[in-house]
Nanobody, 124 residues
Framework: VQLQASGGGLVQAGGSLRLSCAAS????????TGWFRQAPGKEREFVGA????????VYADSVKGRFAISRDNAKNTVHLQMSSLKPEDTAVYFC??????????????????WGQGTLVTVSS
């Protein structure tokens, strides 16, 4: 499975962006898709995930209520809708696909395939 993340850019605090993760080369719909981000000088952190089996989405506390993940199986694409953006959301955002069990859904090592990342910059 090859993943390509897109949709990043510069946005003012309080604004919105929608990131997309387009997949090719495999049965994307059978994988859980996770979003991770890495800010300059910081470790990669979990943002959220949408399970492959229509289970409920999981989000990091820092984005809960502001970010939403959705899946379009017909287009082999997963979206990350980001609203009420804050400067601390500035990071490179990565999408990833894997088959983690629910208790490990936030663990990056559970994901097999990774996109190249897209930069989101939120200005204050």
């Amino acid at each position: 499975v090859q993943l390509q993340a897109s949709g990043g850019g510069l946005v003012q605090a309080g604004g919105s962006l929608r990131l997309s993760c387009a997949a090719s080369g495999g049965t994307f719909r059978t994988y859980t898709t996770g979003w991770f981000r890495q800010a300059p000088g910081k470790e990669r952190e979990f943002v959220g995930a949408i399970p492959w089996n229509n289970g409920y989405n999981v989000y990091a506390d820092s984005v809960k209520g502001r970010f939403a993940i959705s899946r379009d199986n017909a287009k082999n694409t997963v979206h990350l809708q980001m609203s009420s953006l804050k400067p601390e959301d500035t990071a490179v955002y990565f999408c990833a696909a894997g088959r983690p069990i629910r208790s490990s859904i936030s663990a990056s090592e559970m994901y097999y395939y990774w996109g190249q990342g897209t930069l989101v910059t939120v200005s204050s």
